[in-house]
Nanobody
């Protein structure tokens, strides 16, 4: 009922920048928390950054000062600006959105993932 489409991943050299985008569509009544997670090979999926509508943002310690999460509520979208990228940022990045559908049921949806590769 709720779909997330991500874009913006790719290959970049260390020190470079990328901007990820995620747009939510479908039976959405309200979007509460939106965030970005990542999963590197052989590792568990981890939170990168999250933002609550009208509330605080939250960042993993490893990305603080380098990554910035933002959202455009009118577009049901969330973005992740990634600067000063490091090889250890290499992972598949997933968008997550939580909220309520038009049927007033709670949902937590995931995007399909976008690969970010940082070369040294």
């Amino acid at each position: 009922q709720v779909q997330l489409v991500e874009s913006g991943g790719g290959l970049v050299q260390a020190g470079g920048s990328l901007r990820l985008s995620c747009a939510a569509s479908g039976s959405i009544y309200r979007l509460n928390e939106m965030g970005w997670y990542r999963q590197a090979p052989g590792k568990q999926r981890e939170l990168v950054a999250s933002t609550v509508s009208g509330g605080p943002t939250n960042y993993a310690e490893s990305v603080k000062g380098r990554f910035t999460i933002s959202r455009a509520n009118a577009k049901n979208s969330v973005y992740l600006q990634m600067n000063s990228l490091k090889p250890e940022d290499t992972a598949v990045y997933y968008c997550n959105a939580q909220g309520a559908t038009m049927a007033y049921t709670a949902f937590s949806a995931w995007g399909q993932g976008t690969q970010v590769t940082v070369s040294s």
